[in-house]
């Protein structure tokens, strides 16, 4: 059971670092800080989402495949599947005037802490049966 609070913390450590890169004051700023990583090489752009490669490594290590622990992975591989969406567009100039407006409005600053909380919890859950 103590290997599951470990793997607990680890992940709540790689969100923290993933929280703590990403963290602007606008969804515009957050895209250009991933944009910065993405135009360096895409592959360090991927590095910089360590909490999903755990989480996938996880699933085959347990062979768990509930809801509790597929469902992170599904999140966390939409958003980066999101962000290289808008970070294309960005690049080819594509972007309409309703995504930016969308990418100016502010983000709270509480809303990159709640992966930090929420994917160790449910990750808890899938472990802790």
């Known amino acids: 059971m103590e290997i599951v609070f470990v793997y607990v913390l680890f992940l709540s450590i790689l969100e923290y670092f993933e929280s703590s890169w990403q963290k602007d004051s606008t969804l515009g700023?957050?895209?250009q800080k991933a944009y910065a990583h993405y135009s360096k090489n895409?592959?360090?752009?991927?590095?910089?989402h360590p909490g999903l490669?755990?989480?996938?490594?996880?699933?085959?290590?347990?062979?768990?495949?509930?809801?509790?622990?597929?469902?992170p992975?599904?999140?966390?591989?939409t958003d980066i599947i999101f962000k290289i969406s808008i970070i294309q567009k960005l690049?080819?100039?594509e972007l309409g005037?309703?995504?930016?407006m969308i990418?100016?409005?502010?983000?709270?600053?509480?809303?990159?802490?709640?992966p930090i909380i929420l994917y160790p919890t449910l990750l808890y859950f899938a472990l802790a049966n």
């Open 29 to 31: 700023g957050m895209i």
């Open 42 to 48: 895409i592959f360090i752009f991927f590095m910089m």
């Open 53 to 71: 490669y755990f989480l996938v490594f996880l699933v085959v290590l347990t062979q768990n495949y509930s809801f509790w622990i597929l469902f």
């Open 73 to 77: 992975v599904a999140i966390k591989a």
């Open 91 to 93: 690049e080819k100039n």
């Open 97 to 100: 005037s309703e995504y930016k």
């Open 103 to 114: 990418l100016s409005q502010p983000i709270p600053s509480y809303m990159f802490y709640i």
